[in-house]
């Protein structure tokens, strides 16, 4: 291989420069698409990773059958917070903050109210120590709110206005967070006892457990599971390992739909080389009477279609990179996450996929050319 | 060197079969041989089968002591580049590169390193008058120079044997005599160049000529006196 064959192939890819172009550009959007779907997946691993690292407490207490992230009416009973507050020094626990979470207005973030009730005289830092106060007092009163930066933005709520949580029970905001970056910007806190006022129960959602020093979250999570009945124990590590295997899932599906896109661009590759294949059928012909082997044609025309795949993946992987910016802009301004990431090894794996989409493409026209014969492509001289 | 021993050649067409070489045997001397003959008598097939373009129904071509047309595509690939040199009628050379990089092809599928094989192209060009043409692209050079070109390619490798078919059919009077002294000149030098034509006037230059009929070697003319006038022109 010699610098004749890279002239060969680029200077036959630019004398047909709209063709080529447009095959180009086929790649570019295919891959593009792929990476900007598939950064998704890469965004809320990032987002989870970083909302878990803001929590305080280490161990998290669930009724059985319910998982970290599915809100619902609240099941876990007082009288096992009761029993994880007893026996706290035997299993290792430092504190238990049993909480009760109350959504209203749905599942869209931008009109959302989530409540969440936190025990009489406690901060939210207790649950999310990375907060901090802008405005007001850290601990709701009896009757009061602190609520989180961005969503007292959002609806305006200034020290001293009133919140409704239910028509009998009103609220005043008496503190507002600094924005944090994460989830924890949409909540109001409140006292538990609202909560469960508004709710008609005395039961809690779920229970934040602390770990004294010199034990491991996964023992006490253990022997919280073997010691209480009808809950169960995660880990911050466990709820990632959740998070992860369903964010893998979606990954698959993202990659399903994007590999539609995937194929139309390889074919258009295909078509592409292959058509130029057919123009310069002579051309192989003569290079072959010269003394040019099989398998020269045969690199010669899958390198062409491998040149398109790459730098057509390295481009796609630029607009992705740039709608990801674009989305990640939007998103951040209308919820404050980050939705999309464009990691080392998605960036690695479009490229990846890049270059077996030119193989792919490539292979049938460069073995379509390199077993031409020889007389009848010279068009029998 | 070149050796063809009863070599044939059957085209199936659609009912019928064509005989497009008929038991033509014939060893190939240093110099120059002309093979004539009208339309159709089989002379760029018999040419396609001594090259190795294509392979006898029957018969087998020799090169050397190796049975050249029993061997595999790619190893008569690799024998044509190290043994053969060829001028067409025309579409010699490749579009997309340059006269020297058509010059300098071969060599790089020798594997002949860059530098070198762009000195040795230059200086092939020279040799064949193009010493000014190194950069142009095929298309703009006029049809005599598009040969030349394609002869200094022929020589890159230094060959043994250089095969013409037709070299002159397309040109003018003027440049198709520049370009049959070049081929001339490597005769003298001691090459087997085999030059199909239909111009009996330039067959007259060779130190024999094979008449073709129908497939047949129907008459071999050798003509050694005529090799002192070539050496004098
Ligand atoms: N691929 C082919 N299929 C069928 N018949 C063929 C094929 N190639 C050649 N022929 C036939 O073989 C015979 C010899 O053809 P060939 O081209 O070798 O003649 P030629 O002497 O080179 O003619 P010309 O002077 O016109 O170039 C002709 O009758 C031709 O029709
Ligand atoms: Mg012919």
């Known amino acids: 291989m010699g610098v004749e064959v890279l002239a060969l192939i680029y200077r036959n890819l630019r004398a047909r420069p709209v063709r080529s172009i ?25 987002a989870l990773g970083a909302e878990l690292s803001t929590v305080g407490p280490a161990v998290l207490v669930l009724p059985e059958g319910v998982e970290a992230f599915s809100p619902g009416y609240p099941e876990l009973r007082p009288e096992t917070v009761e029993a994880l507050k007893e026996s706290a020094s035997e299993l290792g626990i430092s504190q238990v ?123 006490v999570a253990g022997a919280i599971k073997a010691r ?10 466990d709820v990632l390992r959740f998070a992860e295997r369903a964010v893998r899932i979606s990954d698959l599906v993202r990659f399903g739909i ?41 690199g010669l025309v899958l390198l062409e279609a491998l040149l398109l795949g790459v730098v057509g993946g390295l481009l796609g992987l630029l607009l992705g990179q740039a709608a990801s910016g674009l989305v990640n802009w939007f998103t951040g301004r209308e919820v404050g996450l980050a939705l999309s990431a464009i990691t080392f090894r998605l960036a690695f794996f479009a490229l990846l996929v890049a270059v077996v989409l030119g193989l792919l493409a490539g292979f049938l026209p460069a073995r379509t050319a390199s077993r031409l014969k020889v007389v009848e492509a010279l068009g029998r001289l | 060197m070149l050796e063809a021993i009863n070599l044939y050649k059957r085209y199936h067409q659609g009912e019928v079969d064509v005989v497009a070489v008929d038991r033509f045997s014939y060893r190939f001397p240093a110099g120059l041989t002309a093979i004539v003959g009208p339309s159709g008598s089989g002379k760029t097939t018999l040419l396609n089968l001594l090259a190795g373009f294509d392979v006898p129904s029957e018969g087998e071509v020799w090169l050397g002591n190796t049975p050249f047309s029993t061997l595999s595509e790619d190893a008569r690939s690799e024998l044509r580049l190290k043994h053969m040199g060829f001028v067409f009628q025309q579409w010699n050379l490749i ?50 120079e598009q040969q030349r070109v394609a002869i200094a390619r022929a020589l890159a490798l230094n060959p043994p044997i250089l095969f013409a078919d037709e070299p002159t059919g397309n040109l003018d009077s003027a440049s198709g005599a520049r370009v049959v002294e070049l081929l001339l000149h490597q005769a003298q030098e001691g090459r087997t160049v085999i030059l199909v034509t239909h111009d009996l006037e330039l067959a007259r230059q060779a130190e024999r000529v094979l008449r073709l009929r129908d497939g047949r070697l129907m008459e071999i003319e050798e003509a050694p006196a005529r090799r002192s006038a070539v050496s004098s022109c």
């Open chain 1, 22 to 46: 447009l095959t180009l550009l086929g790649i570019v959007v295919s891959t593009a698409s792929m990476v900007l779907f598939l950064s998704f997946g890469e965004g809320l691993r990032k």
């Open chain 1, 97 to 219: 903050i049993p909480y009760v979470v109350l959504t209203r207005g749905g599942l869209d973030p931008q009109t959302a109210f989530v409540f969440q009730g936190i025990p009489e005289g406690l901060s939210p830092q207790a649950l999310y120590p990375n907060l901090t106060l802008a405005a007001g007092s850290l601990v709701p009163g009896p009757k009061g709110a602190v609520v989180g930066s961005r969503l007292a933005e959002r609806n305006q709520l200034g020290l001293g206005k009133v919140l409704r949580l239910s028509p009998s029970i009103s609220l005043r905001v008496e503190g507002i967070l600094k924005p944090n970056g994460g989830l924890s910007d949409n909540i109001i806190y409140v006292p538990s006892s609202v909560v469960q006022e508004a709710l008609g129960t005395r039961n809690y959602t779920a229970a934040a457990v602390g770990v004294r020093e010199g034990f491991k979250a996964d023992q």
């Open chain 1, 228 to 237: 209480i009945a009808g809950v169960n124990a995660q880990t911050t590590g």
């Open chain 1, 258 to 298: 994007s590999l539609v896109a995937l194929v139309v661009g390889g074919l258009l590759v295909a078509n592409t080389v292959m058509m130029s294949v057919y123009e310069r059928i002579r051309e192989f012909g003569l290079m072959r009477a010269l003394g040019a082997k099989q398998g020269f044609i045969f």
């Open chain 2, 95 to 144: 579009p997309t590169l340059t006269a020297l990089e058509n010059v300098a092809f071969p060599m790089m599928l020798a594997g002949i390193g860059l530098k070198e094989r762009t000195a040795r192209a230059a200086a092939l060009l020279e040799a064949v008058g193009l010493g000014h043409r190194v950069k142009h692209w095929p298309h703009k050079l006029s049809g005599g």
